[in-house]
């Protein structure tokens, strides 16, 4: 069972099928997998098949990659180093993609390079709002930072408040107890709708809940079978192929704001569901917290 976790929807992308993922950008939720790659809670093989597996369907998109004729028997210590070290933040997706590059190159995964995916252009935020111009204005100042963990502890808290600030101009809010959740729709960074080059449906949804109470606040997910975050279609409730909370909660501090990304796709077990599209239903994302309850619709079509 832990295997099909792994190689299906463990690593299942995150960050939109063939732009879910790129030389510069790979689904947060990935990170969970490479962390227990380099723990040793999953085997190498088991890694190795589920990032072989996202390649070939499109989920990942590797850049252009000549192999070489040098093969490797398996996977280098450095690569499993590098797993752990993008797990926890320290080094880039880049850098982790230079990873999985060097595993084809060697022969280790074994994946169609021909014809590689078209990759999109990361959206750029854009406003005229002050808040975001100093912010930006603050970035810059990170990269003067001489110490490697220091400057990357500096630019993760400002580029997610700038990610939230565009989320929270071009969103809808839904407010939930003490928590106000913002989506901004199907078709933006983040949030797509496509069916994978094998047929499978797959949705993918990003969320930004901001704290504005002076307590802080839980929002729990365990499992598929045990969360309090699905879809709905009147019908039937789909559970995620993946997600990234870790240790089945996310704590949003009082005054804060935390982003998070939900898999819909193929069903992983432990309580896991196959999303399927009916276009003459119309579908919800709901949340079923202890505090309030919400569905927003998603417009699927």
């Known amino acids: 069972m832990k295997t099909t976790i792994t190689t299906i929807a463990a690593i299942l992308l995150v960050g939109s099928v063939s ?21 040793g809670t999953i085997s190498e093989s088991d890694f190795v098949q589920g990032i072989q597996f996202l390649i070939k369907d499109g989920l990942i998109v590797i850049p252009p990659t000549t192999i070489s ?8 210590d450095w690569i499993k180093n590098n797993a752990g070290w993008w ?21 280790v995964i074994s ?47 400002i ?3 700038i990610e939230a600030n565009w989320i929270k101009s071009n969103g809808q809010s839904f407010q939930v107890g003490p928590i106000t959740y913002y989506w901004t729709g199907i078709g933006t960074e983040g949030n797509t709708f496509e069916t994978s080059p094998t047929g499978q449906a797959i949705l993918a949804v990003k969320i930004l809940a901001e704290n504005e109470s002076s307590d802080d606040v839980a929002m729990m997910c365990t ?9 709905w279609n009147g019908d039937k409730a789909y559970k995620y192929s993946g997600m990234d909370f870790t240790n089945g909660q996310i704590v949003v501090k ?32 709901r949340i079923s917290e202890s505090y309030g309850s919400e569905s927003i619709p998603l417009n699927l079509g």
Request: hydrophobic content about 30%; some cysteine; proline content about 6%.
């Open 159 to 161: 580029k997610h408040e």
């Open 87 to 107: 797990a926890d933040g320290t080094i880039s997706d880049g850098e982790f993609v230079n990873g999985i590059q060097h595993l084809i190159k060697t022969s």
């Open 19 to 39: 732009s879910f993922a790129s030389a510069e950008k790979v689904p947060s939720w990935v990170k969970n997998n490479a962390g227990w790659w380099a723990d």
């Open 111 to 157: 994946v169609p390079i021909s014809e590689p995916t078209q990759m999109d252009t990361p959206k750029e935020t854009t406003s005229n709002d002050s808040q975001l111009a100093s912010l930006e204005a603050e970035l810059e100042t990170c990269s003067e930072i001489t110490r490697a963990y220091e400057r990357l502890n500096c630019e993760r808290a």
């Open 254 to 285: 009082s005054g804060t704001s935390e982003i998070f990304n939900m898999l819909f796709g193929p069903n992983i077990g432990y309580g896991g569901t196959k999303f399927e599209h009916d276009p003459s239903k119309e579908y919800f994302f």
């Open 69 to 76: 004729s040098e093969t490797s028997q398996g996977v280098p």
């Open 223 to 231: 499992g598929p079978s045990i969360c309090n975050y699905d879809v």
